[in-house]
């Protein structure tokens, strides 16, 4: 039954409200953001591992930095679960870059970005891959790129505060300002080649890295906003400590990263509908 209040402004807002709703049910928005947000779950650890043992290799002096770096960077309420899962990881990410436990680890973090594959795949009607070995290796080097974007951020964190403390405290804020402009155009290039690689059409149908670049600025600002908006919802309102007890802080960064996956999708969800939008107005 449809709910209609007879004034137009409230009724647009139902409207749209329920077009929005049976949207995300025919691309199954929130099935997939599920799936993607628990393989990334299972495979934040294996990443984990592997990028500090890269972190250690480029950085080996700074290790300390860059973990309380991460941990300054997350809400209060994620600082203790922050701080035992990086001292837990930190003490398996002595492994050789090269050698075998190294692959098997990248490979089980790669489940992450092929499970936000098959979300993005579906929003765009694409075709599954055919060949398993391709699929796996894509996986593989899509979870390289997010860990080099991962990687850069943590330079930033840990390199931030000394070019900081150099600079006026009148010029601190715009190079926050800078440093968050620049992590969002990165994070929409990085969210644009994933829709490329993982739409599963061919190329030359409207899904190249440029077509995709509407879809992903949405995905990387919602992200960002999104994630700030949380942030101060977790510290000044929510305790959800009376609710979940120790789990707290774990089932906290799971609902978040549930939101963020369907966030990413309803991206890919703006490049489908715009390049229906322009198949429509052509002639």
């Known amino acids: 039954m449809r709910i209609r209040t007879k ?8 409207v749209l409200t329920e077009k929005i709703g049976s949207w995300l049910e025919r691309y199954r928005i929130r099935v997939y953001a599920a799936q993607a947000s628990f ?10 591992i592997v990028l500090l043992a890269v972190v250690g290799r480029i950085l080996p002096a700074n290790g300390g930095a860059i973990k309380d770096g991460i941990i300054s960077a997350v809400p209060e309420s994620f600082a203790p679960l922050a701080g035992t ?3 837990e990881v930190s003490e398996k990410s002595n492994i050789r870059l090269l050698s075998v436990s190294a692959v098997t680890l990248l490979w089980s973090a790669s489940r992450g970005i092929r499970g936000i594959g098959a979300g993005i795949r579906n929003v ?15 996986g593989l080097a899509y979870t390289l790129l997010w860990m080099l974007t991962v990687l850069m951020t943590l330079l930033v964190w840990v390199f931030g505060d000394t070019v900081t403390a150099h600079i006026r405290d009148g010029f601190s804020g ?9 992590f969002l155009v990165v994070l929409t290039a990085v969210f644009a080649l994933t829709f490329r690689g993982y739409s599963g059409v061919r190329t030359g149908a409207g899904t190249g890295f440029f077509s995709g670049l509407r879809g992903a600025a949405f995905a990387a600002v919602g992200w960002f906003v999104y994630s700030r908006f949380f942030e101060f919802y977790i510290e000044h309102f929510a305790d959800y400590s009376y609710i979940y007890g120790s789990l707290a802080s774990v089932i906290i960064v799971m609902l978040w990263l549930y939101s963020c996956m369907e966030i990413l999708l309803i991206g890919a969800g703006v490049n489908t509908i715009s ?6 107005a052509s002639p």
Do not use: C, Q
């Open 85 to 87: 899962v990086l001292d």
């Open 174 to 182: 715009v190079l926050r300002i800078f440093s968050s402009g620049a």
């Open 7 to 14: 004034i137009p402004v409230i009724d647009a807002v139902i």
């Open 275 to 280: 390049k229906n939008w322009r198949k429509t």
């Open 124 to 138: 765009y009607g694409g075709k599954p891959e055919a060949d398993p070995i391709k699929y796996v290796l894509r």
């Open 39 to 48: 393989f990334m779950t299972i495979s934040a650890f294996p990443f984990l």
